[in-house]
């Protein structure tokens, strides 16, 4: 059952071959089997037991929802009233949210169970895992191998059988990447497609959450549900929400996907080359045409976003004092050593650099060289993917240059780590949906992604081709074989 998608356990809990309640047990007791994993935070496992007893007793009487009985984690970025929220970091160590984020409150009203909140880079910086005050992550598939980040408890959560599908936050890359080195499926929808109330802030201009998931199928599921217009985050986009599983299983015939030459130079491991040649002749097969496409501009993707942001970031950290909420020094002689310490012992290293490089940008005199040009490089990397989609309709390429490495291996090493986003993070900028999916294995057994880029709003194509893609191989059907 723990290896049944969401779909799956739908059909299963509809038809009483399982109920919520044996389900979430199942799920507990898998999670503390292997908590060697680390994938999550906090448990919440009488909440979890009480939400299905609840689910069951519903659908006894006949009521029903989108995913009313489903057993979710949350990345723990994601504010659950009531429930530890820690982002990850010291500064929130003990920080119960007051309230709940959108999208918590969105799949809670849609029937799923929360069995608790996963790990996470802290505030989501890094690509790894390793940034967490709560230690790192282990990937299921080489738990040598760190599972990539910043939503690595999610995706491991996912991958190995530890919740049914999971929520994900992406900045530059914090979907994908853990999803692509973990082997399943992640989600970064359009920019303003699914509310960042309550997601705790890292760069507000290019977060975006989304769902992790074994299948794309799962993912529209769950989109559905994280979907639609907030008042209460003025970026969220009043558009109408598409019935995303309806559209699945469209023909891909005479699909044009564009391959952008950019995506394939310097860096790349020939492993993950040789998986994405691979996945892109299965799209041949199912009548897809393959175009060259090109994104000049992308190669300034990486500097443009490691000053925009920090920038971001710089600013939205400001509000953890040691005043209002989170963590406090214990001892301190004025105000402003009350502020400087609870700041130097709350943070980390990567958040703390990360604060220096936005609030040196962004200091008089810097701005103009950094920030005002960096937003200009933006809009050139926009236009590139504006003049790529004249010629096609989803762009597509590796998730990530590499499989997933050993744990430390780059943690001494910010550009190197700051490197596994350079196909990921042009997305981010530009605000487009982009998905990454399973294709295959590298020599040493580890997963491959394939990542596909849409136009703006266009995630109903997007899942459609991951989808196509999915009901042609087996890929995403593999599951590490020491957590069987
Ligand atoms: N790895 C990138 C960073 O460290 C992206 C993180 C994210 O998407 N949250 O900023």
């Avoid at 529209?220 to 598409?242: E, I, N, Y």
């Avoid at 045409?289 to 994104?295: A, G, N, S, T, Y």
């Avoid at 004092?321 to 130097?344: N, Q, W």
Wanted: aromatic share 8%; hydrophobic share 40%.
């Amino acid at each position: 059952m723990y290896k049944k998608t969401v779909a799956e356990l739908l059909a299963a809990l509809a038809d009483r071959t399982i109920s919520s309640v044996e389900l979430t047990g199942l799920f507990l007791a898998r999670i503390e089997r292997h908590a060697g994993l680390n994938a999550y935070i906090t448990l919440e496992p009488e909440r979890a037991l009480a939400d299905a007893r609840a689910a069951d007793a519903l659908r006894l009487q006949g009521g029903d929802a989108p995913l009313l009985g489903v057993p979710i984690a949350h990345k723990d970025i994601f504010c659950t009233e009531g429930v530890r929220t820690t982002c990850g970091s010291r500064m929130l160590e003990s920080f119960i949210a007051p309230y709940d984020a959108t999208v918590t409150a969105r799949l809670k009203a849609a029937g799923a169970v929360l069995l608790g909140k996963t790990n996470m880079d802290e505030f989501a910086m890094g690509s790894s895992n390793e940034t967490s005050y709560f230690g790192p992550v282990a990937n299921p598939w080489d738990t040598g191998r760190v599972p990539g980040g910043s939503s690595g408890g999610s995706a491991v959560a996912v991958a190995a059988g530890l919740a049914a599908a999971a929520t994900g936050t992406d900045t530059g890359g914090s979907i994908r990447q853990p999803a692509a080195l973990c082997g399943i499926t992640g989600l970064k929808p359009s920019y303003g497609r699914v509310s960042r109330y309550g997601m705790i802030a890292f760069a507000s201009s290019l977060d975006q959450g989304g769902p992790m998931t074994r299948s794309a199928e799962d993912a529209a599921l769950m989109l559905q549900a994280m979907a639609g217009f907030d008042p209460r985050d003025s970026t969220s986009v009043d558009r109408v929400v598409p019935d995303y599983r309806a559209t699945l299983g469209r023909s891909l015939k005479g699909l044009k996907i564009g391959v952008p030459t950019q995506f394939f130079g310097e860096g790349l491991s020939p492993d993950v080359r040789h998986g994405i040649e691979q996945a892109l002749d299965v799209y041949r097969g199912l009548g897809a045409r393959i175009v060259d496409v090109e994104l000049p501009n992308s190669r300034l993707a990486l500097p443009c976003y490691y000053v925009l942001a920090p920038c971001e970031a710089s600013s939205n950290l400001a509000r953890y004092d040691g005043v209002r909420y989170g963590y406090r020094t214990p001892g301190h002689e004025s105000l402003i050593d009350m502020y400087k310490k609870t700041r130097a012992e709350g943070f980390g290293a990567e958040v703390k650099r990360r604060i220096l490089i936005g609030t040196y940008a962004l200091s008089a005199g810097y701005f103009d060289a950094y920030y005002v040009k960096s937003l200009r490089l933006r809009r050139l990397i926009t236009e590139d993917f504006a003049h790529a989609f004249e010629r096609c309709d989803v762009i597509a390429g590796p998730t990530a240059p590499s499989t997933a490495f050993p744990l430390q291996a780059k943690t001494d090493d910010p550009v190197a780590m700051y490197l596994n986003d350079i196909y990921t993070i042009p997305v981010n900028l530009a605000g487009l949906p982009a998905v990454s999916l399973p294709v295959g294995f590298d020599r040493l057994g580890l997963p491959v992604g394939l990542q596909l880029i849409g136009r703006y709003f266009d995630e109903p194509l997007l899942l459609n081709v991951a989808h196509g893609y999915q009901q042609e191989t087996d890929w995403h059907r593999h599951f590490p074989p020491e957590f069987e």
